[in-house]
């Protein structure tokens, strides 16, 4: 699975939209980007993931660059909720059964008020 | 709707004692992941589990041991515990490549 480069941390104020970057300059033509993200000593949360197209749900937008070596996770209206860390995966699509997460540094996002 | 449950969700054990943790991933689920994570550290891959068999294999102690059984329940066996087995131990289960649902872990503390 393609490596990926976050920031170690970002600061955001509360209502403003927090946008997170990920680089994954080696990424393959197969490989999804994920985000996960986790609230302090919560299990994971998953958020998003694309392969090409931008997407949207009801948590967050995630945008993909033309050449897919870049992503940004958008939080449109940050809340202090959001306080988290986020991570940025890469990974295959493929066989069922063989597909773990495996997290990286991860991003230290804080909402401030 | 059912997330994934695992008990307990706090463990105090002594050096040299044994501890098994459980998971019930959600119903259907198929696959379960083991994770550890210390202090200030990003989760790390333990093993995995698909339809019962192990699937992969991450940096798992030969003192740690897991299986998945016949309900797709599946446990973490730790033996010879060791202060630096003290962290957080997650459980994910999925169905399919995209759905990957965590459980909100075991604190195991060694002392």
């Known amino acids: 699975d393609a490596k990926t480069t976050q920031p170690p941390s970002m600061d955001c104020a509360e209502g403003r939209a927090a946008n997170l970057p990920c680089n994954h300059s080696?990424?393959?033509?197969?490989?999804?980007v994920y985000w996960y993200r986790q609230i302090h000593s919560q299990g994971p949360q998953y958020i998003i993931h694309g392969l090409k197209n931008n997407e949207t749900n009801e948590m967050a937008s995630l945008i993909i660059t033309e050449d897919r070596k870049s992503s940004t996770l958008i939080l449109p209206h940050a809340t202090l909720r959001d306080t988290a860390v986020y991570y940025c995966?890469?990974?295959?699509?493929?066989?069922?059964?063989?597909?773990?997460?495996?997290f990286g540094q991860g991003t230290r996002l804080t909402i401030n008020p | 709707a059912a997330g994934v449950i695992q008990s307990p969700r706090h463990l105090i054990k002594e050096k040299r004692e044994t501890a098994t943790l459980k998971c019930y991933p959600i119903?259907?689920?198929?696959?379960v992941y083991w994770y550890q994570q210390g202090p200030g550290q990003d989760p790390q891959f333990l093993i995995s589990f698909y339809e019962k068999m192990q699937s992969d294999k991450g940096s798992i102690p030969d003192r740690f041991s897991a299986q998945q059984f016949s309900d797709y329940h599946s446990e973490l066996n730790m033996s010879s515990l060791e202060l630096g087995d003290s962290a957080l131990y997650f459980c994910a289960s999925s169905l399919d490549i995209y759905g990957y649902t965590f459980g909100s872990g075991t604190r195991l503390t060694v002392v």
């Open positions: 080696t990424i393959s033509g197969n490989e999804y």
């Open positions: 119903p259907r689920h198929d696959t």
């Open positions: 995966i890469v990974k295959k699509g493929g066989i069922q059964g063989a597909q773990k997460l495996v």
